[in-house]
């Protein structure tokens, strides 16, 4: 019996079949399995305990999508309604807190909002922070990356 190319014998049984799908979409493991290459019975201590590691990864990786997901798009509209607030002499969003919003992982969301709104592209510590932010952010989520799933 087969779920989109999972062999469910390999998967264990305090999972579903759905979280195993999600677990082979993401990481492409289940790929190529026969009964040759891995030999784990679906009640060995060793198949609950790697099915529960990868649904517990799983989970923490949805949580950290969203949240960079939902930070992005915050900071995105953090600069455009500063912009506006500019253009109307209104009173502005202070620039540590853009540079607290693209450091807790808005730096996307920071440089589009730069790029699409034409907005603090002037400023060095803007200019050069952001992308800064970005590139340690990329180097962190390289190595938390590393340590979790490899």
């Known amino acids: 019996m ?5 062999p469910i014998k390999f998967v264990s049984y305090r999972i579903c079949v759905k979280s195993a799908a999600k677990v082979q979409q993401i990481f492409g493991i289940y790929k190529n399995f ?3 290459s891995v030999r784990v019975l679906p009640n060995s201590k060793k198949s609950s305990t790697f099915a ?3 649904a517990q990864t ?25 912009k506006w607030k500019a253009k109307r002499s209104k009173w502005r969003v202070p620039e540590s807190t ?25 400023h060095k510590k803007f200019r050069y922070g952001v992308p800064a932010i970005f590139v340690a952010q990329i180097a962190l989520m390289g190595v938390i990356l590393y340590y979790t799933v490899l």
Do not use: C, E, P
Not at 2 to 6: A, F, L, T
């Open 2 to 6: 087969r779920h989109k190319g999972v």
């Open 34 to 36: 026969n009964k040759k």
């Open 98 to 122: 853009l540079l607290w919003w693209a450091a807790f992982g808005g730096s996307i969301g920071a440089l589009l909002g730069m790029k699409a709104w034409h907005h603090k592209t002037q």
């Open 52 to 54: 529960a590691q990868m």
């Open 58 to 82: 799983m989970n923490w990786i949805y949580i950290v999508l969203i949240y960079w997901a939902g930070i992005n798009v915050v900071t995105f509209f953090l600069y455009g309604i500063d």
